[in-house]
């Protein structure tokens, strides 16, 4: 599973392809350790920060939360992230399962 629900937010675990030619959701993908993440790619860069803040404001209307309701708890570099997604609702939780099955 790609997320976890927690008593007051999710944990999201992502895997973002940075300076891709579109950005968009790629599927899932698993980790030799066996964490299932969703591959994003992002057409930004990876130098100063700018595919991560790409890749939390493309989160952000796609889950139409504000940014600050994302935030990036680790691998800030590396491919590999652990994101905080703060005021959880159902739409979100739904939107989080379709992507699972991608």
Do not use: C
């Amino acid at each position: 599973m790609i997320f976890n629900i927690n008593a007051s937010d999710i944990t999201l675990f992502v895997k973002i392809t940075p300076n891709a030619s579109e950005r968009g959701i790629k599927g899932v993908v698993t980790s030799a350790d066996g964490i299932d993440f969703l591959r994003i790619s992002i057409i930004s860069v990876p130098e100063k920060g700018k595919a991560n803040k790409e890749l939390i404001k493309f989160l952000s209307k796609e889950l139409d939360v504000t940014k600050s309701d994302i935030e990036i708890i680790s691998g800030e570099t590396n491919h590999f992230k652990k994101l905080q997604i703060k005021n959880i609702s159902p739409h979100i939780i739904k939107k989080l399962q379709e992507w699972s099955t991608l």
